[in-house]
């Protein structure tokens, strides 16, 4: 069973930056073809995904942090990575990775089982 785990979050006062870390079990060459997403859960909100990359590195951004979050991976480490630099407030979330082979998927339903996410808290 593939799993995501994630690491990286904690406080920032706004206009900070916090770099995100989603490490993915599966062999070298399955993580190759995996798009892998990072979501987003706000207390009270449902999860949505802010950014995704496939496996050629074709990237989408929600229109929310477009400009201001940045997708990357490592095939050699099996890590997808997301920058997030001018932080606000309203970015504030348990922030979790997921993915599968081929294509990214838009709809939260679709995905297999989720990792613990980490907090991100953006505050003053």
């Known amino acids: 069973q593939v799993q995501f785990v994630e690491s990286g979050g904690g406080l920032v006062q706004p206009g900070g930056s916090l770099r995100l870390s989603c490490a993915v079990s599966?062999?070298?060459?399955?993580?190759?073809?995996?798009?892998v997403g990072w979501f987003r859960q706000a207390p009270g909100e449902q999860r949505e995904l802010v950014t995704g990359?496939?496996?050629?590195?074709?990237?989408w951004y929600a229109p929310s942090v477009k400009g201001r979050f940045t997708i990357s991976r490592d095939n050699a480490k099996n890590t997808v990575y997301l920058q997030m630099n001018s932080l606000k407030a309203e970015d504030t979330a348990i922030y979790y990775c997921?993915?599968?082979?081929?294509?990214?998927?838009?709809?939260?339903?679709?995905?297999?089982?989720w990792g613990p996410g980490t907090q991100v808290t953006v505050s003053s």
């Open positions: 990359i496939t496996m050629s590195s074709q990237i």
């Open positions: 997921n993915g599968s082979p081929g294509a990214l998927l838009t709809k939260i339903g679709d995905y297999g089982p």
């Open positions: 599966v062999s070298d060459i399955k993580f190759s073809i995996y798009a």
